[in-house]
């Protein structure tokens, strides 16, 4: 009997009584602040003074709806408030001195040469040629690099520690420094099977050796992130261990890094404007071109214009190819 | 005959010291069941037999062949010796089908439409041929353990070890597998299976094994190990499970 009671106190036998919340949160200190945006500051101030009147009224769930009306506009001013100060800031910015920076950027003669353009886009499509090569040879050369720096075994030590030299050496050299000094060392010293690169093969060597390490990091995040239980698997049935990577673990840690892998590639894309540097004719050295003719900036506009167009459809179709995967590979 | 033999087997992982000098015979046809407390070396076991854990000490033979320590050819072994988890494990980028054929296309070396036919055929067995298609996150936990064990049997092993396989079931899915187990120790599968269900070990068991702090603590067939245990350690074992209303 007096074990039952222990369990199970006897209603209002509670040491605080329990009571109605009569709280109400007007949000009146940030309904002030956005104020600071008037169009979407007014509505949340108001809203914030009638949900007072309310609170004051005893009206408490009426309050509250009026409160939340409040906290939602104060969102929408910070939102909203940001984005229109911000284009503000941009159209005084291009206006300021008479314009004096929408000349230099924006020059309309220039950027709307027919010439100009197309003069870009011919070195443009270079930077995509070398993106493309570079990025199918590092698909191949970093996954290599990646499970090499996996291999189990205190046998396979010495040769993880190469992979894991290669990946420091290459990540910590800037990508800038790689290609001139392979470039102008390489074409010089006239090496054996290298000796008939053009500048064009030693960039696309560069860009994958820097690149390749990069990669090689995010592969090998990926594989490490499939669950030993899936190896075990794999492993009870007979499966080695190269084929359990291929068949089990890198398809799936394939799927789960596809997002940092097109960061890595976005970035490889960007840096292919180096090339200029060891006297490619690509996009950014006809741009500076255009700009040392005709005394603008606007060729350097242009050139990032190029390179924004070229990358924002390829993070939404990643996007979407990853929203896909993700349900699936919840389970197992 | 004894198609595995398992001789002093020693297992630690770090400082923890699992299996302490484990030894155990499985005849062919027979059903072993591991029972004992969480830690007790059930998996372990299990794992070490697959090579999925090298041991320390100790020796086993599956057909008289040694199969553990150094200069054995593991992936022989493991076509022999299948094992099913209780977490499933399937390939969850892989359909049903292919979750099956996998090993028997890559490790046995069957011809792929050979293989699908087999594995068609033991998907109908546990009636789920018809999700032979489908991806495993569209399976039910008993069905997808079901797979699991269709995919070790792909490989037609001559063992198969089954690791708690219905620990990570709702209730009302368990019934469906260990039907299925059922069924393969009525056809003389051998197996050796870690289990907290000790009413299904009773049934199905040929003998049992009550593992206590890494060695066999007490061994016998199941109506005299459940009915009358000679060991201390297994009585009270036995007590909690009974207290637990598993039993």
Redesign the interface.
């Known amino acids: 009997m007096s074990d039952q009671t222990e369990l199970a106190p006897a209603a209002g036998a509670t040491a605080v009584p329990w009571q109605r919340s009569s709280r109400v949160l007007t949000y009146r200190g940030a309904s002030i602040a956005a104020l600071l945006f008037p169009p979407t500051g007014i509505p949340a101030l108001l809203s914030s003074l009638k949900a007072g009147r309310l609170a004051k009224e005893g009206r408490i769930e009426e309050a509250r709806l009026a409160g939340e009306r409040a906290r939602d506009w104060c969102w929408y001013s910070v939102g909203i408030g940001l984005a229109a100060y911000f284009a503000l800031f941009l159209v005084l910015l291009f206006t300021i001195r008479d314009g004096v920076l929408r000349e230099v950027y924006f020059e309309r003669d220039v950027i709307t040469s027919w010439d100009a353009w197309r003069s870009l886009l011919k070195g443009f499509w270079i930077n995509i040629q070398v993106a493309l090569w570079a990025e199918a040879i590092v698909l191949v050369w970093a996954l290599l690099v990646a499970v090499v720096r996996l291999l189990p075994g205190r046998e396979c030590a010495p040769i993880r520690f190469v992979a894991a030299a290669y990946c420091d050496l290459f990540r910590g050299t800037p990508a800038v420094l790689v290609l001139l000094i392979i470039n102008f060392g390489f074409q010089r010293a006239r090496l054996p099977l290298l000796e008939n690169f053009s500048t064009t093969q030693y960039a696309i060597l560069s860009l994958v050796l820097v690149y390749g390490a990069y990669v090689s990091e995010v592969y090998r995040a990926g594989i490490e992130s499939i669950h030993w239980?899936?190896t075990?698997?794999?492993?009870?049935?007979?499966?080695?261990h190269g084929?359990t990577l291929r068949?089990?673990v890198v398809?799936?840690a394939v799927?789960r890094v596809t997002l940092p892998l097109l960061n890595d590639f976005i970035g490889l894309q960007k840096d292919t404007a180096l090339l200029s540097f060891i006297g490619v004719l690509e996009v950014l050295a006809r741009a500076r071109f255009i700009n040392n003719s005709q005394a603008t900036f606007t060729g350097y506009t242009m050139a990032a214009i190029l390179f924004v167009v070229l990358t924002i459809p390829q993070t939404r179709i990643v996007d979407r190819l990853a929203k896909r995967h993700s349900?699936?590979?919840?389970?197992? | 005959m004894a198609l595995l033999e398992i001789e002093d087997v020693h297992k630690a992982f770090g400082d923890n010291q699992v299996l302490r000098g484990i030894g155990l015979r499985v005849d062919t046809h027979e059903v072993v069941c591991l029972i004992g407390a969480s830690g007790s070396g059930k998996s372990t076991l299990l794992r070490c037999i697959n090579a999925l854990e090298p041991i320390d000490q100790g020796e086993i033979r599956l057909a008289g062949d040694r199969v553990s320590g150094r200069g054995i050819d593991v992936n022989a072994l493991r076509r022999d010796v299948g094992i099913v988890f209780q977490s499933f494990n399937l390939f969850p980028h892989m359909t049903v089908l292919r979750n099956v054929t996998l090993a028997p296309i890559k490790v046995a070396g069957l011809a792929s439409k050979l293989a699908e036919e087999t594995g068609m055929a033991l998907l109908q067995r546990i009636g789920l041929e018809e999700k032979a298609h489908e991806y495993p996150d569209r399976l039910s936990g008993g069905q997808q353990q079901r797979v699991a064990i269709v995919r070790a049997l792909a490989m037609t092993p001559r063992l198969l070890l089954l690791d708690e396989i219905t620990s990570a079931l709702d209730p009302e899915l368990i019934a469906e597998v260990l039907n299925i187990v059922r069924q393969l120790a009525d056809e003389g599968m051998t197996m050796m299976l870690a289990t907290h269900e000790m009413g299904f070990a009773r049934e199905v068991a040929t003998k049992v094994c009550f593992l206590h702090e890494g060695v066999v603590h007490e061994e016998g067939p199941p109506e005299q190990l459940f009915g009358d245990p000679r060991e201390q350690r297994t009585r009270e074992f036995l007590r909690h499970i009974v207290e637990a209303g598993r039993l």
């Open positions: 239980s899936q075990a698997a794999a492993r009870s049935l007979g499966l080695s084929q068949h089990v398809p799936q799927r349900l699936r590979m919840r389970a197992g």
